[in-house]
């Protein structure tokens, strides 16, 4: 699951450090001019805002390997017009390594000295020349000429009336799955399916371009590896509709979600319950403690601005609320706790 990113400089220099650079030119389009006499219509801002909404996604880099100590490889580009000429990849056993083209597992001692290799790194940045970074995934073997995989998370799915499946992922890529489509799970023999893919799933895309018309081209899915799925649900929430995995759920009109300081507050027991969990209530002490299974995942105070998990305590994005008898919490925080991905 994402982490929270607090400050983004250098993950948005990242992406020059290794790719080449990018130019984003304004538009000229010619200004219309306004009658001193026409009223000025403020712009109007939107009435809340959810963390998960400006998370920054891995960022995809690319160079030639040497080899550092304590399981560190500095990538290093040739690329004249990279803001960065160098990069240190942190890469642990959390670090997925595979080979380009069957993606199947390798090791860091598979990896050769000047080979050139894909990362999918985190977007948070070391200030330090070269910056470093951790290394989420991994692209090796790669052969010359070859149209590397990308790795993607799904964003939203839409079930079409013949059947095929439209996924749009966090790279901002459409792709149309039919039973044409290769799907295969990773290290797993598990049989995956088109109606397996949901907002939340990650993906290893292979694609081969396909003339359209005229002169246009596409990228055109031909296989995806479908990885174990991280998320306990997936969410969509507003105000004036809340669903739970494509389920829409029934509210009263107490448990109604609203804005506070700027958060969307969600009715709690109403989202974690269709998640799975269980909540156990403690009336003396106005608490609540969240299970799943028999596990103690977290607990906090009905208006409190903290939560215990563990024998650590973290402090709530907006404070707990009781209104009317139902316990709210922030999307921020809710989404968070409940390892719930947020379905724009």
């Excluded at 009223?39 to 998960?52: D, G, K, L, R």
């Excluded at 989202?271 to 403690?282: D, F, K, Q």
Aim: with cysteine; proline share 5%; net charge negative.
């Amino acid at each position: 699951m994402k982490r929270y990113v607090k400050h983004t400089i250098c993950a948005l220099t990242a992406v020059a450090c290794l790719t080449g650079g990018a130019s984003a030119f304004a538009s000229e389009a010619p200004q219309q001019a306004v009658p001193i006499s026409a009223p000025i219509v403020p712009i109007s801002a939107p009435a809340y805002e959810i963390m998960q909404q400006n998370w920054l996604d891995s960022i995809m880099v690319y160079g030639t390997v040497s080899f550092l100590e304590d399981g560190r490889i500095m990538l290093e580009n040739n690329n004249e017009n990279a803001q960065f000429d160098k990069i240190i990849l942190n890469v642990s056993e959390d670090t997925l390594i595979l080979d380009a083209v069957s993606g199947l597992p390798k090791s860091i001692k598979d990896i050769r000295e000047d080979e050139i290799i894909y990362a999918y790194v985190g977007p948070a940045m070391t200030m330090s020349l070269p910056p470093m970074t951790h290394a989420e995934l991994l692209l090796t073997s790669i052969p010359a000429d070859f149209a590397v995989p990308t790795y993607e998370e799904i964003d939203n799915v839409k079930q079409e009336e013949n059947g095929n499946v439209i996924v749009h992922t966090n790279r901002d890529a459409t792709y149309t799955v039919t039973d044409d489509t290769e799907l295969f799970p990773y290290l797993t023999k598990n049989i995956v399916t088109k109606h397996n893919l949901k907002p939340g799933t990650k993906l290893l895309v292979w694609k081969q371009i396909v003339q359209g018309e005229g002169a246009e081209e596409a990228a055109e899915s031909t296989k995806m590896m479908v990885f174990p799925y991280s998320y306990n649900g997936y969410v969509q929430a507003g105000l004036e509709n809340l669903y739970v995995n494509d389920e829409k759920l029934e509210l009263a009109a107490s448990e109604q979600p609203y804005v506070s300081n700027g958060r969307l507050m969600l009715p709690f027991r109403q989202v974690v319950e269709s998640l799975g969990y269980t909540i156990e209530w403690n009336a003396e002490t106005s608490s609540i403690k969240v299970l799943k299974g028999d596990q103690e995942q977290y607990s906090f105070a009905a208006r409190g601005t903290e939560f215990l998990k563990g024998e650590d305590t973290y402090t709530l994005t907006e404070a707990a609320a009781l209104k009317n008898g139902v316990t709210f919490m922030a999307a921020d925080d809710l989404l968070l706790l409940s390892g719930a991905k947020l379905v724009e």
